[in-house]
């Protein structure tokens, strides 16, 4: 059964955090027309995508696992991919994300094992033979115009027919759904994964699959394969039964742990000095981003 309680509103939660430590409010984008592309052939017969927005893991750039805190240095700012072949170790070093309720299974944000197994089930047609990662840029202009385009077409080169696409911060959410506007207008059918529901249906997707967990999740459980291969069935049900932009379905997962909802991004007894050790960090951080995109 789905939680009773409401999702988390993240635009909220996260402007009320940032605003405490000092900064104004980001002004996440929102739509009011929406692109739309129907599955153009069966889904048996599809070629199909994977982008993901987390982070090949560079043992050089310091701690990734779970548990770390926010990670600037193991971000990307440009468009890259990967040959679905080969093994690949990818982490979410995200800001924003409850590092606390991550786990190191990389099938919870990574389900490339799932959609693979969906293939050999002969539920699509295959996996296209690479997948992309989408950066997390802040610039929603950057995204629309640069990265956007860049996976388009990477997408296009791979002759893919859809795309399944896993978000995990909240600004990767919204890269997601912008993402999946550009390739929908072009003609290629998407399904937006992610726990950011609030961010995701703003901006407008084609189509969402909605699970009410702690992000970095919305693939599936952690070491829960049945979880994570109904989270896949879902996205590519979705894929099929979608007749009009802006559709939501929700799975039926619940996270184990009860009061995540209450911790994410609390406020209540930060101390003027948690504060501003925060915004310390905070700013240190922007500074090595600022260096990488530089």
């Known amino acids: 059964m789905s939680s009773p309680d409401?999702?988390?509103?993240?635009?909220?939660?996260?402007?009320?955090?940032?605003?405490?430590?000092?900064?104004?409010?980001?002004?996440?984008?929102?739509?009011?027309?929406?692109?739309?592309?129907?599955?153009?052939?069966r889904l048996a017969e599809a070629r199909v995508a994977l982008l993901t927005t987390a982070a090949p893991y560079r043992p050089e750039l310091g701690d990734q696992g779970p548990g770390a805190a926010y990670n600037?240095?193991?971000?990307?700012?440009?468009?890259?991919?990967?040959?679905?072949?080969?093994?690949?170790?990818?982490?979410?070093?995200?800001?924003?994300?409850?590092?606390?309720h991550l786990s190191d299974d990389q099938n919870c944000w990574f389900p490339l094992r799932?959609?693979?197994?969906?293939?050999?089930?002969?539920?699509?047609?295959?996996?296209?033979?690479?997948?992309?990662?989408?950066?997390?840029n802040r610039s929603q202009r950057h995204t629309l115009e640069v990265d956007a385009p860049q996976v388009l077409a990477r997408v296009r080169e791979d002759g893919a027919d859809a795309a399944v696409l896993v978000a995990n911060c909240p600004v990767c959410h919204q890269s997601m759904t912008l993402v999946a506007r550009t390739l929908e207008a072009a003609g290629v059918a998407t399904v937006v994964v992610g726990a950011?529901?609030?961010?995701?249906?703003?901006?407008?997707?084609?189509?969402?699959?909605?699970?009410?967990?702690p992000l970095g999740n919305a693939a599936g459980l952690p070491r829960d394969v049945g979880s994570q291969d109904l989270v896949i069935e879902m996205a590519l049900a979705l894929l099929e039964s979608a007749t009009a932009p802006r559709t939501t379905v929700q799975?039926?997962?619940?996270?184990?742990?009860?009061?995540?909802?209450?911790?994410?991004?609390?406020?209540?007894?930060?101390?003027p000095e948690e504060i501003a050790r925060r915004r310390a960090e905070n700013e240190a951080n922007r500074?090595?981003?600022?260096?990488?995109?530089?």
């Open 196 to 213: 950011a529901k609030d961010v995701v249906e703003q901006v407008g997707a084609p189509r969402f699959l909605f699970s009410d967990v």
């Open 72 to 100: 600037a240095a193991a971000k990307f700012y440009e468009v890259w991919s990967g040959d679905v072949s080969v093994a690949h170790d990818l982490r979410v070093s995200h800001v924003a994300v409850d590092q606390a």
């Open 114 to 136: 799932a959609l693979q197994r969906a293939a050999a089930a002969g539920r699509i047609g295959e996996v296209a033979a690479r997948f992309h990662g989408v950066p997390t």
């Open 251 to 271: 799975t039926p997962l619940t996270w184990p742990v009860a009061g995540w909802k209450r911790d994410y991004m609390n406020l209540d007894g930060l101390t």
């Open 6 to 41: 409401p999702p988390i509103d993240y635009i909220a939660r996260t402007h009320a955090w940032y605003g405490a430590l000092g900064y104004a409010p980001y002004r996440y984008a929102a739509f009011e027309e929406t692109p739309f592309a129907p599955l153009g052939r």
């Open 287 to 294: 500074a090595v981003a600022a260096g990488l995109r530089a």
